[in-house]
Structure formats: structure tokens, C-alpha cells
């Protein structure tokens, strides 16, 4: 799912280290959009897309998404890059250790997506509608001031095709059934 989510620095928060978007600063904090390094081989990214776990997001209006699971630095930094398409039963959802602002930015995203930013307890805080791939940087990084604990990637269209809104809130089951059911 791109380098959505700032790759480097959200990496290093992850493990416990600031960076930001210029190597200084805290990850995920406004306009601290952290970097990823290396370019992941397509290989990879097939491979990252074929073992992730998923799992099922319900819109309000009934849609279901099979949504990879993103909670690990490593399909974090991933995320959504390199891909050539999402399908419109596809998502992807990061998952974070606590809640905070997390940015995202397009760079090596080849398809436009719709963010989703989530609370706890999976009500919508923040909706970026087809966010356009990055061609070149400075790339724009999106993202709500509040705190979020999850961020929904899907297929640019999605959100307004379904009249999701702030406040509403999503379905999400884990695999084994945990999360903000249906």
C-alpha cells in the first residue's frame, strides 16, 4: 500500500525513535512525514501482499473491505507502493501501538487511495479522498491534527461511493475476532 505511511520515521516510532520529515523531530507529529530508504523488488511486495493477514472492514451502508493487516514496521513502510492497482473489495489497515497523528504521503504510490483516519474504537476522525499518486517531491502528506490508533487505505473513490463521513464508524474484525465488530 505505498509508502503511505511515511516509511522511515513512522519505522523508527514504531521502534521506539523519532524522525521526521527532514531527519529531526517526532514521527507522525503535523507535517513530520517520515521517509522510507530503499525500494522495495516487486517480489517483495507480491510476497507482502499474498501472506498478509486481513481483515473484514464494514462501511455503514453494508460494503465489506478484506483489508491487509499493516502492523508490523516493515508492512508499515510498505504499505500500498509499487502496486498497480487496488480492487474495490481491497483495503489496507495500519494498525499502531498507540494513538497519535500519523501522517501519510504518496510517494511510490501508483494509484490514487482514500485514507480513512479512526479512533479506538473505529469512528471516522479524518477522510482524504483520492489522494493522487506523488511523481515527484516534495510529496503532500496528509493527515487529521487529532490522534488516531488506525488508518484505512482503500480505493480512491470509495469513502464518497459509500457517503462515509466523520463520525461515522466502521466495522473491523481481526482475525480471531477481535475489534469493533459489525
Sequence with gaps: MMMSLVAAGLVACLQGEGAGRDGAGTAGAPGNAPRAGAAARPEEIAKAAFDAR????????????????????????????YRTEVGDGEGMIFVFPRPDVHSFYMKNTLVPLDM?????????????????????????TYGPPRKAAYVLEVRGGMAVREGLKVGDRLGVVFPGGEGGGR
Excluded at 479512533?119 to 515527484?136: K, M, N
Design 54 to 81: 486481513r481483515a473484514e472492514v464494514r462501511f455503514p451502508r453494508g460494503r465489506i473491505v478484506a483489508a491487509e493487516i499493516a502492523d508490523t514496521p516493515q508492512r508499515v513502510a510498505l504499505g500500498y507502493m
Design 116 to 140: 480513512i483516519w479512526m479512533d479506538e474504537s473505529f469512528s471516522v476522525l479524518h477522510i482524504q479522498p483520492s489522494a493522487p499518486p506523488c511523481r515527484a517531491d516534495p510529496c503532500a
